[in-house]
């Protein structure tokens, strides 16, 4: 039998969830469409749930994360903060770190040689 490990990484502040990997990739996904309705569409979310991640974010962590565009005869649009890039590339980080460490971890127990 072949095993594969698979983890699951999140930020807590005050026991909540504030970034994981739902909430990275909303962020990513507003950063390349510039757009938080095109981003939740392609995470088929609402607008409204998309937007009430960012909003619990950014209460949670204190720090404004996206910044909205009003609409106008072009449309209107959002961008990430250089703070909220920070944090991504932080968590990317920690991420490729953590994944690095389980895989090695994983080989030394599941793929020994007998």
Request: charged share 30%; with cysteine; aromatic share 8%.
């Amino acid at each position: 039998m072949e095993f594969q490990v698979r983890s699951k990484v999140w930020l807590e502040a005050q026991g909540r969830p504030v970034l994981g990997p739902g909430r990275l990739e909303l962020l990513q996904y507003i950063d390349e469409q510039g757009s938080i309705s095109r981003a939740a569409r392609l995470l088929k979310m609402t607008y409204r749930k998309a937007w009430g991640q960012i909003k619990a974010m950014e209460g949670q962590l204190n720090l404004r994360l996206v910044e909205k565009q009003a609409g106008g005869p072009g449309g209107g649009g959002a961008r990430l903060t250089p703070e909220a890039r920070k944090l991504l590339e932080k968590y990317d980080c920690l991420i490729a770190g953590i994944q690095e460490q389980i895989n090695e971890r994983f080989q030394q127990i599941f793929c020994e040689k007998r």
